[in-house]
């Protein structure tokens, strides 16, 4: 949808006249760097041309009504910004989440608005969520004129999620969503948010995103658990090192020290925190340097510490992988995101991208019964106003 369709999808919903404002804000995909941000280690994502639009208007009430564009059946839905409550499954969550949080950092929103919503993110497990709390944050600081750069936008929508959801996820989302640069991705120290953009030029070279289109499902119960399974870790590491977080410890450190750990199953967990920070830093140096041969060669440790190690995986991403790994031209591939489902991201040559996507898509239907979707990664800007 354009910013004339957008606008007239509103008005049809709730009607002419008046100040009407647009927003937009991205979805993500990690490049490398997974699991890392709760454990303050370094992640790699860039931000998607696609994501979440919305189009609000100030009520002089503090109703909020909520509509879908892209669930149209469900009709408008009703919230109160005084009265914000979360609702079993459902998207306004992620609305009212962003207005707690900010509420929450001592801001007055006293009034309601009509929102109108469409996303364009193409399956799940590209941060839709993330995006949906970024173009929120985006809109009520730009209508109610608040002090809040794109960073604290991002830091609300964690907020929303930690406090008002319960998914305890990291920052690494929002913040992709909030800052991203179109060719860039965002090298970030999740320990004190500092973050350097880093050109994706990739020689010869296209990042693909394949979605294996597997319903992902109590996919927060399983990061809560592993997020619970590396702060033990790091509980039993701290009686014999001085850190404060996982990703602070070379692999090097973490050999000596991981006898400290006791459960074998959090000693995994670590050592995949431990493992993959050093391979994100290098990762990053490789890209630079336009060494996609080392560059995919970390991608693949990575996706295989996600397999055996972090357990994060499921039957259909290891076949998504295994096929992409078979192909000609195919430097690396992983699992990217949350996991558990969800997406793939390989480093494919230019001249094989064809047959990749031909050979995939076959073995995958094949292997799994479900129809993969394979598409090259498009960067984008992040949140913004757009009308
Ligand atoms: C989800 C979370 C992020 C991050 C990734 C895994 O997308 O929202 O904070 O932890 O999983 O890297």
Redesign the pocket.
């Known amino acids: 949808m354009n910013n004339a369709e957008l606008k007239e999808g509103f008005c049809k919903v709730f009607g002419t006249g008046g100040d009407i404002r647009g927003y937009f804000a991205p979805g993500r995909v990690?490049l490398i760097?997974?699991?890392?941000?709760?454990n303050r280690g370094h992640?790699f994502p860039c931000a998607l041309n696609t994501g979440n639009y919305a189009v609000v208007r100030l009520r002089d009430d503090k109703k909020i009504h909520f509509f879908s564009a892209n669930y149209p059946r469900l009709g408008i839905l009703e919230g109160d910004v005084d009265a914000l409550v979360k609702k079993n499954g459902s998207w306004t969550n992620y609305v009212e989440g962003v207005l707690f949080a900010i509420r929450e950092k001592g801001y007055v929103v006293d009034r309601g608005f009509d929102c109108y919503i469409y996303g364009n993110i193409p399956g799940s497990g590209l941060?839709s969520s993330?995006a949906m709390e970024v173009v929120i944050g985006t809109m009520v600081k730009d209508f109610f004129g608040f002090d809040l750069t794109p960073i604290d936008i991002a830091l609300c929508g964690q907020r929303a999620?930690n406090g008002f959801i319960g998914?305890n996820?990291?920052?690494?989302?929002q913040f992709a969503s909030a800052m991203g640069k179109t060719g860039k991705a965002i090298f970030l120290d999740t320990a004190t948010l500092e973050y350097e953009y880093v050109p994706l030029e990739l020689k010869g070279c296209k990042i693909i995103v394949a979605n294996s289109n597997k319903p992902h499902s109590l996919v927060s119960s399983h990061?809560n658990e592993r997020r619970q399974e590396c702060e033990r870790a790091l509980q039993d590491l701290k009686k014999v090192v001085d850190i404060h977080n996982l990703c602070e410890l070379t692999p090097e450190q973490f050999e000596n020290a991981k006898s400290a750990i006791q459960d074998p199953v959090c000693l995994a967990r670590a050592k995949h925190a431990v493992y993959e920070e050093e391979r994100t830093k290098k990762a990053v140096l490789a890209l630079r340097e336009n060494d996609l041969v080392t560059f995919g060669t970390l991608l693949n440790e990575s996706g295989d510490s996600l397999r055996y190690d972090y357990d994060a995986t499921c039957p259909e991403i290891d076949a998504l992988v295994e096929e992409a790994r078979k192909q000609k031209g195919v430097y690396g591939s992983r699992e990217t995101?949350?996991?558990w489902g969800g997406n793939t991201v390989s480093i494919v040559r230019e001249e094989n991208i064809a047959d990749f996507r031909k050979n995939v898509s076959k073995a995958y239907k094949e292997r799994t019964g479900l129809n993969c979707s394979i598409y090259e990664l498009e960067t984008g800007e992040g949140g913004r106003r757009i009308f």
């Open positions: 990690n760097g997974e699991h890392l941000d709760y992640v941060s993330a999620e998914m996820c990291g920052i690494m989302d990061y995101g949350g996991g």
